[in-house]
């Protein structure tokens, strides 16, 4: 039996090539009124076989906003490359997730973004977090506690293009 290696011309459109899968369990704290992001400790890397393929983000990142008073928090999530340049979510200067009249809120933000790197070279994704605006005292978490039941995760799907 002859073994034949698979080139970009034998791949048909769509199909898996790789899947890379990372999780997060270390809590990561921001406080309030920044513009700045600071990173949620949710990564993950991945070569693409071609130039031409695309990967699919998917997955969540565990959060916690904590005020202290009541009334309005505003803070955001961002996917991010290496060198912190959004790819998607918001920025400081957008609303992202905006709260009323909460003291507290924990929830999953949800991750489902296709991307076109255009490299054969190890591209990294990760998840930033602002905790932008607040009337009273905001502390964002992720992985609130470090807990498996506040982990984060994400899976990269190299498909091709």
Do not use: W
């Not at 002859?2 to 459109?13: D, I």
């Not at 949620?40 to 959060?63: D, H, Q």
């Amino acid at each position: 039996m002859a073994l034949t290696k698979l080139n970009h011309s034998s791949m048909p459109t769509d199909s898996v090539l790789q899947v890379v899968h990372s999780s997060a369990t270390s809590e990561v704290s921001q406080s309030g009124n920044t513009a700045s992001f600071t990173d949620t400790g949710l990564s993950a890397s991945i070569t693409p076989k071609f130039s031409t393929s695309k990967i699919l983000v998917t997955g969540y990142l565990s959060f916690y906003a904590d005020g202290t008073n009541n009334g309005s928090v505003e803070f955001n999530f961002a996917l991010c490359d290496n060198s912190n340049n959004i790819l998607d979510g918001t920025t400081s200067d957008l609303e992202g997730y905006r709260l009323n009249q909460t003291y507290d809120f924990g929830s999953k933000h949800t991750i489902n973004f296709l991307h076109s790197p255009n490299t054969t070279s190890a591209f990294t994704y990760k998840v930033r977090m602002n905790a932008k605006n607040s009337n009273n005292s905001l502390t964002l978490y992720c992985q609130k506690g470090g807990t498996g039941n506040n982990a984060s995760r994400i899976t990269l799907t190299e498909i091709a293009g």
